[in-house]
């Protein structure tokens, strides 16, 4: 978008292109989201095994839920 008086104004963009930051931002937050529902399902499914009652017991110090 130009100014009155001809210089560009970068604070401003009515047509962001979709390769640009905003596009990137986006896909990182969108992966990191993706990892962090897969490792809970990861984690919840490991609990039940007695690797993750291990992990727990040493991990809170107690065994009590």
């Known amino acids: 978008m ?3 008086d001809g210089r560009e104004d970068l604070l401003r963009r009515d047509d962001p292109s979709p390769d640009g930051v905003d596009a ?6 969108t ?23 291990i992990w727990f017991l040493v991990v809170t110090g107690t065994v009590d839920r």
């Not at 990137?24 to 937050?29: D, M």
């Not at 989201?33 to 990861?42: M, R, T």
């Open 31 to 53: 992966a990191a989201a993706l990892l962090v529902l897969a490792l809970a399902l990861a984690l919840a499914r490991w609990d039940e095994t007695t690797a993750g009652r």
């Open 2 to 4: 130009r100014l009155h």
């Open 24 to 29: 990137l931002c986006e896909r990182v937050v």
